[in-house]
């Protein structure tokens, strides 16, 4: 059974920075694309980051230059280092695990992330 924790969610100002991790279980981790979707209040969840199994990434055209997805296959852990951030990037940050690029793949419970003065 595949599990996804995310933690590293919290409250920070405009120009801040957070850390997002996630733990994974029940899953042959390397072989697995990660990535991390975020879902605004009234908004479609939308993608934020990749990983191959390779270490490939590719980011949402709003979040690059700011956000970094890095994965350590030893640990079965994907963070999300957030900088720059910007009240829009408000958001609960979703964990996720694929078997292959276009597959649905399962979920973590979320984190909040709030970008405020």
């Known amino acids: 059974q595949v599990r996804l924790v995310e933690s590293g969610g919290g409250l920070v100002q405009p120009g801040g920075s957070l850390r997002l991790s996630c733990a994974a279980s029940g899953i042959i981790f390397g072989a697995y694309v990660m990535a991390w979707y975020r879902q605004a209040p009234g908004k479609q969840r939308e993608l934020v980051a990749t990983?191959?199994?390779?270490?490939?990434?590719n980011y949402a055209d709003s979040v690059k230059g700011r956000f970094t997805i890095s994965r350590d296959n030893a640990k079965y852990t994907v963070t999300l280092q957030m900088n720059s951030l910007k009240p829009e990037d408000t958001a609960v940050y979703y964990c996720?695990?694929?078997?292959?690029?276009?597959?649905?793949?399962?979920w973590g419970q979320g984190t909040q992330v709030t970008v405020s003065s």
């Open positions: 996720n695990a694929k078997p292959v690029m276009m597959s649905p793949g399962s």
């Open positions: 990983i191959t199994s390779a270490g490939n990434t």
